[in-house]
């Protein structure tokens, strides 16, 4: 009880609750500005945390990485380019639902969601912190071979008009990410001895020019044509859900949510990996209306819980066992050590109410995200108002400084041109720019799984079917695979069925 | 039809290429390593193929059309969206040249003019404070890295971020 109060204490005075506002805004503007990530607005507020006490530091962080979390959704939303890695899922029915005028609607439900997903984590997080930690370091090559997997089936959702195209898209951005370094046995691959190639080629580069300089192109084309105001609201303002909008879209919630905390749990999986499968996970619906790509709001919803239940997912490892859950946890975990805490088991003996702490800033900030939101999405809904022209360019160079600030380098935004102009045949000739994306991002994970398994196996691939937990990831990848040509097989038969009747 | 047909057969000499350059990686020195560093790019290789043959034989039985402006420059809208894919590819260039701060200034009147957008005045503005805004949130509050440009550009450069 001593501890419950004091944890209340140390969140709840004027000081600290100041500090989870600014800390979750200023991650959100962050979160929303390509060029910007959650990972760099934690180091940019570092300095501010030498001086402060241990807790209060953490807590400024932790809200920060919820603001960071649901604020690459706004220019997900609004311009089709994601502010961050973990929004990528975000802008497959968000952009299409903002075009159709509803964007207000569109950032209700993502920052509903986010909201509702930080706040089952960070449950989670505080009811069962060791024993997930303990079971989530289980988790080894074959499952994440698995993982990746399920993530790849969102191509069935993603190419639902031709899934051909959609699997070779894919396989297309599996190609890409076999670019450089091979990571089993250092051979340099399609590097062609340019030293720019040798780290791979980013997929954000890839991802902003693919989807938003694509975009503006195909939109130069149309932009006389087509009355521009009926497709974006004047005056963009966030929509919230009713509850019982919420109550009826139940199961999106909760999906995206357990997806989401289970992948921030897995050691170095993160946010955007769990929006992609949670968003695969949801588009296995095939009767949905309407269709998932063409602005479903369980399409907004999966992804947005998923990648903000991982924030409270990624901070058990973290905390228990000192083994970051996700990239931007690996900086608050450096960030423990600069100001002399060390993550593990013995954190939670040394620093008791840090838990309780952490947790209470984790539901603060989730629901501040409602006010920041608001605040956030009505100084973009000013950019909304330009003139197409003046919008088409200031989303490219916003576009540019994202790839451009990746690593310093020019060849990103080389990278960010060409994929425009792939991006934008993509488009015409309807192959996936997204599926390319998702094998871009899914392959590395998925390659170096299976060859580490097949070498822990000596060269046999045993281990995918010995053992137990792989067995069920495998399951569940391949039956989320099948399962639209099931149905499909299904309803063909019942129609047959009630024909011959 | 044609222009599909072609995408098609481009994307598939990237992928032929593609998996030349797989043969020809060197095998593992680890022998429990059965696929080494080219196997996998083998395997999704030529499952692209092999789906890049399915689509272009839909495409030639299906024989639908697909218009695309940027590649007929007689219409408004082509010459449109190709005039800004060069005057992207020029920005692009000269990012590396003359810095960023010039160089979206200039991109910010010019791809707009480009786009037929005729009012001078308010291309001015919002040009100078565009450009203005991102230095100083990117450049100067968030030290976000911004090209700076060669030689004399880079030295200005480092006065202003």
Known sequence: MDIIIQSLVAVYNPMTFLLVCVGMLFGMICGALPGLSTSMAIILLLPFTYSMDPIMAIILMVSCYVGGSCGGSISSILLKTPGTPEAVATTFDGYPMAQKGKAGEALGLAVTASSFGTIFSAFVMLLASPMLAQAALSFQSAEYFGLGLIGLSCITSLGAKNQTKAVVSVMIGLMIGTIGIDSINGVERFAFEQPSLLNGINYISVMIGAFAVAEVYKNIEEYRHVDTSLRSEHKVKIKLLKFSEMAKMWSSFIRGSVIGTIIGIIPAAGGSIASLIAYGSEAQNENANPKFGEGNPRGIIAPECSHNAAVGGSMVPTLTLGIPGSPVAAVIMAAFLIIGLTPGPMLLREQPIMLNAIFLALITAALLLFVGGRFVTSQFGHILKLPYPLLGSLIITLGLVGAYSLKNSFYDVLIMFVFGLVGYFFDKFKYSNAAVILGLILGEIIENSLRKQIIIGDGSGMGFVTRPVSVLVLTVAVLTFLWPMMSKKIKKNKLARQVSQ | ?161
Do not use: W
């Open chain 2, 1 to 161: 039809m044609a222009a599909e047909i072609v995408f098609n057969i481009l994307i598939g000499l990237g992928v032929l290429f593609y998996l030349a350059q797989a043969i020809q990686l060197p095998a593992t020195d680890n022998p429990a390593d059965v696929l080494g560093a080219g196997g996998f790019p083998i395997i999704i290789g030529v499952i692209a193929l092999i789906g890049l043959a399915m689509i272009t034989i839909h495409t030639i039985k299906e024989k639908r059309k697909v218009d695309i402006p940027m590649l007929n420059l007689r219409s408004v809208d082509g010459r449109m969206v190709f005039i800004n894919v060069l005057v992207l590819a020029a920005y692009v260039g000269l990012l590396d040249v003359i810095g960023f701060v010039l160089a979206t200034l200039i991109y910010l009147v010019v791809a707009p003019l480009s786009m037929g957008y005729r009012k001078p005045a308010a291309l001015a503005v919002f040009s100078g404070v565009t450009t203005a805004v991102m230095v100083v949130v990117f450049g100067i509050l968030f030290y976000v890295p911004l090209p700076r440009g060669a030689e004399l550009f880079r030295d200005l450069s480092y006065l202003i971020y």
